[in-house]
């Protein structure tokens, strides 16, 4: 199985900064990465795609990066509505497998 | 619009079953491969089922293989998860969840969410 490892677990960050989260895949996984964000009680929500591909609807202050095992989440601006979990997945192979999230606080 | 609405939770004591229903709407199921992912209490998402468009490929998670069966009514513009010999470790939000493919082929997953529905096994 691919095991997905997400770093921070946590971090707090204030309006308006540039938030960075990192997901490391256990083995080559190509582009198959996707991100989601969960708010509490809430359903996830899908943002991107094959790495670097923006779902449609999503403001384009998400963005993500990277190839084979390592990747990256960038929040440019954050603002109050993005405090949430956000969680990477790799889809390249069966079992699928999610990290373990980042929770963004505020600080 | 497209809504997933998943019902049929609830309590049940260990050992016993239940059957989750996924009724899609704003959309033809019948033309989407479609997941099941749970979310233990304060813990993270797991994928523990998917079925092809055309049912013609299904997978489980090592953690519910043997218990749990994935199926769909295309007809009736439904998902289901049979849950049979139910855990405590089995307590969890359990989503729904389609995926597509975008205009250049490449699958989008998880694009549309239910919006979960509680099951919690216990005596």
């Known amino acids: 199985d691919i095991q997905m490892t997400q770093s921070p677990s946590s971090l707090s960050a204030s309006v308006g900064d540039r938030v960075t989260i990192t997901c490391r895949a256990s083995q080559d996984i190509s582009n198959y990465l996707a991100w989601f964000q969960q708010k509490p009680g809430k359903a996830p929500r899908s943002l991107i795609y094959f790495s670097s591909s923006l779902q449609s609807g999503v403001p384009s202050k998400f963005s993500g990066s990277g190839s084979g095992t390592d990747f990256t989440l960038t929040i440019s601006s954050l603002q109050p509505e993005d405090f949430a979990t956000y969680y990477c997945?790799?889809?390249?192979?069966?079992?699928?497998?999610f990290g373990g999230g980042t929770r963004v606080e505020i600080k | 619009e497209v809504q997933l609405v998943v019902s049929g939770g609830g309590l049940v004591q260990p050992g016993g079953s239940l059957r989750l229903s996924c009724a899609a709407s704003?959309?033809?199921?019948?033309?989407?491969?479609m997941k099941w992912v749970r979310q233990a209490p304060g813990k993270g998402l797991e994928w523990i089922s998917y079925i092809s468009s055309s049912r013609s490929t299904i997978y489980y998670a090592d953690s519910v293989k043997g218990r749990f069966t994935i199926s769909r009514d295309n007809a009736k513009n439904s998902l289901f998860l049979q849950m049979n010999s139910l855990r405590a470790e089995d307590t969890a939000v359990y989503y729904c969840?389609?995926?597509?493919?975008?205009?250049?082929?490449?699958?989008?997953?998880?694009?549309?969410w239910g919006q979960g529905i509680p099951v919690t096994v216990s005596s």
């Open positions: 997945q790799q889809y390249k192979s069966y079992p699928l497998t």
């Open positions: 704003g959309f033809t199921l019948s033309s989407y491969d």
């Open positions: 969840a389609r995926d597509d493919f975008d205009s250049r082929g490449r699958r989008v997953p998880f694009d549309y």
